[in-house]
């Protein structure tokens, strides 16, 4: 029987140099959550690890600590960390900067959006570290700028995510242009079948670390989930909002419903901001970065932000629309509740998607307690169809017509019709004849004489 390994519980057991953990010391990390207790020494020693791990538990420092510390004195592109999201992309190189800025370990973002030629001079510097999305990276490949044969570490982020976007096309393009020999770490929520065996082809004998089972909510958000009709979303949004001042961050479904909501929000006074697919990198940008210091309470988002926003503190996580996908659902609620801190998602269920409630609580392997809604969110009442007036027969319209029996079987019960003296001006005279015209009343070319 294998014995139980108790992890450390501090960094200066992990095998970090002396600067590394002064530089986590000037970060504010005081103790090392359970991802960064179990993935750190193998990574520092150079082995694969695949770990499962819900977002908001500490993964990105625990494979950025190992990077900066394995190139740190070295030049030279080495490392490669792949994400789905521009979010994400500036998430993880904050934490290289973080990290590695006293250790002379720079790094350079590559994603869509920006401009080409910033990027371009990044590569051609050699910067250590490339953080990158798929297709953006792809790019710079076709045009040459972008060289990976001396890359020695790379690390699959949110590979679950990565997949289901549908970069696997992309990845295996990428895989295709790195070195056989390599260190490679995968990280991701949920541990599928796509995942695994994607899983199987990229890593070489793995160290395993399964923080929590594929599907898990955090822990500490307190979830609850109202029966609504959509055409009272609003309203009882609206009606949260004025429950306290918390940080909220407002999932929706479409760019659409999430610019509709953002002017709804508006008008109603509140001070908010949105992100989507359609915005500027520099527009997403200063959303995020209102949301990050307060001056912005309300952030609307669709679920490309769900795995990129790296906030402490957000209070109120509110699934406007719920998600099509149960792994989102994961995702939306870790927005909150993160590293010890605690939080609330609230989650808006329409008729239409008591389906997909049913799949997200079969995926969480729990049931969201059901609220009821606010005496003034009530469902509208449905208009009634118009009735359409009927209108009285004029005073001057014609008897009903009566029929009586006659000799050849019903016939119509009125008076003879009198006798003409003649005919009858404009009607019983020929056309021609009443025009003049030489064509003959049928419209034909003129007779002949």
Known sequence: MNPVLTPPSSFDTLGLSPAALGAIEAAGYTTPTPVQLLAIPPAL???????????????????????????A??????????????????????????FGRVRGVRCVEIVGGLGMEPQVRGL??????????????????????????????????????????????QLSRILARLPKRRQTMLYSATMGKEVAEFARAALHEPV???????????????????????????SLLL?????????????????????RLTKQLHRAGHNVARIHGDRSQSQREAALAGFKTGKVRILV???????????????????????????????RVGRTARASASGRASSFCSPEETGLL??????????????????????????????????????????PVEHVRGDSGLVPNQPPRAPHAGPRPGRDIPWHL????????????PRAR
């Open 45 to 71: 020693r150079g082995k694969d690890v695949i770990a499962c791990a819900a977002t908001g538990t500490g993964k990105t420092a625990a494979f950025v600590l190992p990077i900066v510390e394995r190139l």
């Open 73 to 98: 004195g070295r030049r030279g592109t080495r490392a490669l960390v792949l994400a789905p999201t521009r979010e994400l992309v500036q998430q993880i190189a904050e934490h290289v900067h973080q």
């Open 124 to 169: 051609r510097e050699g910067f250590e570290v490339i953080v990158a999305t798929p297709g953006r990276l792809i790019d710079h490949l076709e045009r040459g700028s972008a060289k990976l044969d001396g890359i020695e570490i790379l690390v699959l982020d949110e590979a679950d995510r990565m997949l289901d976007m549908g970069f696997k096309p």
């Open 208 to 234: 395993r670390v399964e923080i929590v089972k594929s599907g898990t909510v955090a822990e500490r958000a307190e979830q609850r989930v109202y029966l609504v009709p959509n055409e009272s979303k609003t």
């Open 239 to 259: 009606r949260l909002l004025d429950e306290d001042d918390a940080s909220t961050l407002v999932f929706t479904r479409t760019k659409h419903r999430a610019d």
């Open 301 to 331: 988002a669709t679920d490309i932000a769900a795995r990129g926003i790296d906030v402490e503190e957000i209070g109120h996580v509110v699934n406007y629309d719920l998600s099509r996908v149960a792994d989102d659902h994961v995702h």
């Open 358 to 399: 049913r799949e997200i609580e079969k995926f969480t392997r729990t049931s969201i307690p059901r609220m009821p809604l606010p005496g003034s969110v009530d469902a509208p009442p449905r208009p009634a169809a118009p009735v359409r007036p009927r209108h009285p027969a004029p005073s001057d319209a014609p008897p």
């Open 434 to 445: 009443r025009t003049g015209s030489r064509r003959s009343h049928r419209g034909g070319p």
